[in-house]
């Protein structure tokens, strides 16, 4: 998954970053409301994590921005405001969940699990034919056996998986996958590809191209 943390606090937003990296996401990370908007205008999320207390203006700001131009991305607020009434103005402005400083790290990250399973509307584990996903853990099994995978084929599998039977564009893929300076181009998605439908072989799932408009990830008939 692929997350922005939206955090003026240096420490923290390292802390932060560095967790949920660990974690195997892809993060990007934005000081003020300036840098989170160019973030926010050319690369979709799984989920935004927001500050509200930001040198150049509040969060909410930001948020309100967000959802006026229709971008439905989770936003979970994460700030020293917690009273009930700022937490009410938080979820009026169009956040999903709300987080009161000082928070534990396993929480937040258990948190924005719940908010991007709930914005694809799964649940923590996802079956096509003997091939699961299991969000929580964030391992793939076939027949309960674990498939051990490359990073990047880990990334363009969850994304597939995330979405069963829907089909995902390249430029979806793309852009979820690549950093701002390591973009993903087609003959690199499409060797993962042809190498996950090697691995996927027996599984039960496979791979399906629809020319023209990306890929899906469905039971091998």
């Not at 203006?57 to 009434?85: C, F, I, M, W, Y």
């Not at 169009?94 to 937040?108: C, I, N, Q, T």
């Not at 979405?163 to 087609?186: E, H, I, N, Q, T």
């Amino acid at each position: 998954m692929r997350f922005l943390i939206v955090e003026d606090d240096t420490v923290l937003r390292n802390v932060l970053s560095r967790s949920l990296t660990d974690a195997g996401h892809r993060i990007d990370a934005a000081a003020t409301r300036a840098e989170a908007e160019s973030f926010l205008l050319v690369q979709p999320y799984d989920a935004v994590v927001l500050d509200l207390n930001l040198p150049d203006g509040s969060g909410l700001t930001t948020l309100k921005d967000l959802r006026r131009r229709g971008n439905t991305t989770p936003v979970l607020v994460l700030t020293a405001r917690d009273r009930t009434e700022e937490r009410i103005a938080g979820l009026d402005a169009g956040a999903d969940d709300y987080v009161g400083k000082p928070f534990e790290l396993a929480e937040l990250e258990a948190r924005l699990r719940a908010l991007v399973r709930r914005s694809q509307g799964g649940s923590d584990r996802v079956e096509v034919g003997r091939l699961a996903l299991d969000r929580t853990a964030r391992r793939f099994y076939v027949a309960e056996t674990p498939l051990d995978l490359p990073a990047r084929e880990f990334e363009v599998l969850w994304e597939l998986a995330a979405r069963p039977g829907r089909v995902v564009s390249k430029r979806v893929l793309s852009d979820k996958l690549s950093g701002f300076d390591d973009a993903l181009g087609d003959n690199a998605l499409e060797a993962f590809i042809s190498r996950l439908r090697r691995k996927l072989q027996g599984s039960g799932a496979t791979i399906k191209t629809l020319r023209g408009l990306g890929y899906l990830l469905e039971v091998d008939a």
